[in-house]
């Protein structure tokens, strides 16, 4: 069993549409999670950084951290084209623990 | 501020072969990560250096991978011998006090 697990769709929406992107974990250490978007031939872009559970607002993007479940998500409203890209999330421990990154999801916003 | 700098952006070489990659971090970043990304895969850690020292190389296959950090600035990552399964985006990233990674646009690999 991986130690993050994230659907890799490809999930399509219509712009303007809600998107909700999950990523489940087993690790229970986990305390830091992140979500980074990657556009084609790009590298990975922090979006969201959160620590332990809760929610976390940014303009259209809204982090939320589940540590009861081990699920972690990160809603898109109002999605544009410009959205489209691949979705990362990604956790760790502790401040100095490896970064363990979800598989990603591919997200196409059409419109 | 520029952002974390890598070359070359593409390779092809031929299995057996050995290849060389550049990593240049933010400046004042303390941390540097080489990140292996497999094609549809999220990445994954081969080696962290904190200034010039190695912190964790536990996925590194040190048989054939090596990587350096001279002077706690720039970096680099070799490959010898190359095989097929090494074809992959090579993502070295950086960070100021190992909270926010950021991330170069990786060199593309393919093995033939």
Same mark, same amino acid.
Not at chain 1, 78 to 84: G, L, R
Not at chain 2, 80 to 86: I, N, V, W
């Given at each position: 069993q991986k130690e993050v697990e994230q659907d890799p769709g490809p999930l399509s929406v219509p712009e303007g549409a809600i998107v909700s992107l999950n990523c489940t974990y /087993?690790?229970?250490?986990?305390q830091y999670f992140m979500w980074y978007r990657q556009y084609s031939r790009k590298g990975p872009e922090l979006l969201m950084y959160t620590y332990s559970s809760g929610n976390k607002e940014d303009g259209r993007f809204t982090a939320q951290v589940d540590k009861s479940s081990k699920y972690i998500s990160l809603f898109i409203r @109002?999605? &544009?084209? /410009? @959205?489209?890209a691949t979705y990362l999330c990604a956790m760790k421990a502790g401040n100095t623990g490896k970064l363990i990154f979800g598989q990603g999801t591919t997200l196409q916003v059409k419109p | 501020e520029a952002g974390v700098a890598q070359s070359p952006r593409y390779k092809i070489i031929e299995k057996r072969q050995s290849v060389a990659f550049w990593c240049n971090p933010i400046s004042g970043h303390a941390t540097l990560y080489w990140y292996q990304q497999i094609l549809g895969q999220g990445p994954k850690l081969l080696i962290q250096f904190q200034n010039n020292g190695v912190?964790?190389? /536990? &996925? $590194?296959?040190?048989d054939r991978f090596s990587a350096e950090r001279l002077k706690g600035v720039d970096s680099t990552l070799k490959i &010898?011998?190359?095989? $097929?399964? @090494?074809s992959a985006v090579y993502l070295c990233a950086s960070s100021y006090h190992n909270e926010k990674l950021f991330f170069g646009s990786g060199t593309q690999l393919s093995v033939l």
């Open positions: /087993s690790n229970s250490a986990f @109002d999605s &544009q084209p /410009s @959205d489209s | 912190v964790d190389d /536990s &996925q $590194l296959p040190k &010898q011998p190359a095989k $097929l399964e @090494d």
